[in-house]
């Protein structure tokens, strides 16, 4: 059984940084891409990045691009999200997530199946 268990989540002023980390256990990490999702009060979680299995590709959501970069360290089994340059509008809880089997369309949320419980984000503005 994956297990997904998220950190790094704090209050931060707008134009401040944050560093996420996603600690997996449960199978080989490096087998599958990985990804990091949020959810606004009131709002559908929505994808905001995803990495491939050995880190070689990255992909993003348009509003986190340039402010955001998701990478992986498959020794340690962890994946990070490197958030700079807040905004208020980045607030929500943030989850990692990890498919069973091998993604067809990374940035689509029905490919994930685990989930890690999130990690609270607050932009203060």
């Known amino acids: 059984q994956v297990q997904l268990v998220e950190s790094g989540g704090g209050l931060v002023q707008a134009g401040g940084s944050l560093r996420l980390s996603c600690a997996a256990s449960?199978?080989?990490?490096?087998?599958?891409?990985m990804g990091w999702f949020r959810q606004a009060p009131g709002k559908e979680r929505e994808f905001v990045a995803a990495?491939?299995?050995?880190?070689?590709?990255?992909y993003y959501t348009d509003s986190v691009k340039g402010r955001f970069t998701i990478s992986r360290d498959n020794a340690k089994n962890t994946l990070y999200l490197q958030m700079n340059s807040l905004k208020p509008e980045d607030t929500a809880v943030y989850y990692c997530?990890?498919?069973?089997?091998?993604?067809?369309?990374?940035?689509?949320?029905?490919?994930?199946?685990?989930w890690g419980q999130g990690t609270q984000v607050t932009v203060s503005s």
């Open positions: 990495i491939s299995r050995f880190g070689g590709r990255t």
């Open positions: 449960g199978r080989t990490f490096s087998s599958y891409a």
């Open positions: 997530a990890a498919p069973r089997s091998n993604v067809v369309v990374i940035t689509d949320i029905l490919e994930y199946d685990y």
